[in-house]
């Protein structure tokens, strides 16, 4: 019980003590009933009927009835408001208790989810691999604050152990979409890209994956590590790949990447190290945000409607 409401109600229990006192003793002070003598006397006064005196003594009994009354309706009154007041309190504790118990119930099905979701990454077949991928993003969109940076680990590991390559080479071929050979990755790298970061997470380590032919469309990528990562003809259209945090200092790293005709167009590349990256017919527009000084000509970029 809180401290606020134990004195509320020690004061409540010392007001009606007070007023039940009061309704003992005061109506008899302010109104005290005539004494036999005090009725001889009136008789006796000139000027008053036999009744008088009576109809006097009735009265102030009455008037002191009024004030019992009144006292008795004010303990009431009183005792119904500190009883409400109690009542409430407890409904609130009992709702307290109850949303307490019901944030450890969806905790305790979120950790068996997320459990269960881990578990299907090891599957042996795609479309249950890729299941336990949309699994792990439910977990982390119902429970964002406790499990979005670890569903994203997860999920980069998992990239990590189907998709590494040790490097590429500059074969601009038409490989399969990721989607196509590779449902469970293409959901992995789909969910981290559309994952709201924030300004304190780590670097995102997407670095020596064979990501070609993804759809990255709107991913959110910042600060993100592509280095020697094969991206070609991916599809990168409104993707942001620019620092999530102005005050760090490095660049989202594309060292070596690949991004022979890659698909750029709106792609926002500001925070991006392009230096080393192979851009051989990749596909912008006039919307396209470049590195400051970068010069997309040299590299051998395709930009549609740019001076």
Same mark, same amino acid.
């Given at each position: 019980?809180?401290?606020?409401?134990?004195?509320?109600?020690?004061?409540?229990?010392?007001?009606?003590?007070?007023?039940?006192?009061?309704?003992?003793?005061?109506?008899?002070?302010?109104?005290?009933?005539?004494?036999?003598?005090?009725? %001889?006397? !009136?008789?006796? +006064?000139? @000027? *008053?009927?036999?009744?008088?005196?009576?109809? $006097? =003594?009735?009265?102030? #009994? /009455?008037?002191?009835?009024?004030?019992?009354? %009144?006292? !008795?309706?004010? +303990?009431? @009154? *009183?005792?119904?408001?500190?009883?409400?007041? $109690? =009542?409430?309190?407890? #409904? /609130?504790?009992?709702?307290?208790?109850?949303?307490?118990?019901?944030?450890?119930?969806?905790?305790?099905?979120?950790?068996?989810?997320?459990?269960? =979701?881990?578990?299907? #990454?090891?599957?042996?077949?795609?479309?249950?691999?890729?299941?336990?991928?949309?699994?792990?993003?439910?977990?982390?969109?119902?429970?964002?604050?406790?499990?979005?940076?670890?569903?994203?680990?997860?999920?980069?590991?998992?990239?990590?152990?189907?998709?590494?390559?040790?490097?590429?080479?500059?074969?601009?071929?038409?490989?399969?979409?990721?989607?196509?050979?590779?449902?469970?990755?293409?959901?992995?790298?789909?969910?981290?890209?559309?994952?709201?970061?924030?300004?304190?997470?780590?670097?995102?380590?997407?670095?020596?994956?064979?990501?070609?032919?993804?759809?990255?469309?709107?991913?959110?990528?910042?600060?993100?590590?592509?280095?020697?990562?094969?991206?070609?003809?991916?599809?990168?259209?409104?993707?942001?790949?620019?620092?999530?945090?102005?005050?760090?200092?490095?660049?989202?790293?594309?060292?070596?990447?690949?991004?022979?005709?890659?698909?750029?167009?709106?792609?926002?590349?500001?925070?991006?190290?392009?230096?080393?990256?192979?851009?051989?017919?990749?596909?912008?527009?006039?919307?396209?945000?470049?590195?400051?000084?970068?010069?997309?000509?040299?590299?051998?970029?395709?930009?549609?409607?740019?001076?």
């Amino acid at each position: 019980m809180p401290g606020w409401l134990v004195v509320f109600l020690a004061v409540c229990g010392a007001v009606i003590i007070l007023l039940a006192l009061w309704g003992l003793v005061f109506p008899r002070r302010l109104a005290p009933r005539l004494r036999h003598e005090e009725l %001889t006397d !009136l008789r006796e +006064v000139e @000027g *008053l009927s036999k009744k008088d005196p009576f109809e $006097l =003594a009735d009265a102030r #009994l /009455r008037l002191q009835n009024d004030l019992r009354t %009144t006292a !008795l309706q004010a +303990v009431g @009154g *009183l005792a119904v408001l500190a009883g409400a007041v $109690l =009542a409430f309190e407890q #409904l /609130r504790e009992d709702g307290d208790q109850a949303a307490d118990a019901q944030t450890l119930t969806r905790q305790g099905q979120a950790s068996e989810r997320f459990t269960r =979701a881990i578990d299907q #990454l090891g599957s042996s077949r795609p479309e249950t691999r890729t299941g336990g991928v949309y699994g792990l993003e439910q977990v982390a969109s119902q429970h964002r604050e406790d499990n979005r940076l670890a569903v994203t680990e997860v999920l980069v590991a998992f990239l990590h152990r189907r998709a590494a390559h040790s490097d590429w080479n500059r074969d601009c071929g038409l490989p399969a979409r990721l989607g196509t050979r590779a449902p469970d990755l293409q959901a992995a790298i789909t969910v981290i890209g559309r994952q709201e970061s924030e300004r304190a997470d780590p670097l995102l380590d997407l670095s020596r994956l064979d990501l070609s032919r993804a759809d990255l469309r709107e991913a959110k990528l910042q600060n993100t590590n592509f280095f020697i990562t094969d991206l070609h003809r991916a599809d990168l259209t409104g993707a942001d790949v620019s620092r999530v945090n102005d005050s760090r200092e490095e660049a989202a790293n594309f060292s070596r990447v690949n991004l022979c005709k890659a698909k750029l167009v709106g792609t926002n590349l500001s925070g991006a190290n392009l230096s080393t990256a192979y851009l051989h017919g990749a596909q912008a527009d006039k919307e396209t945000i470049w590195p400051r000084g970068f010069d997309w000509r040299d590299a051998g970029v395709l930009c549609k409607n740019c001076s």
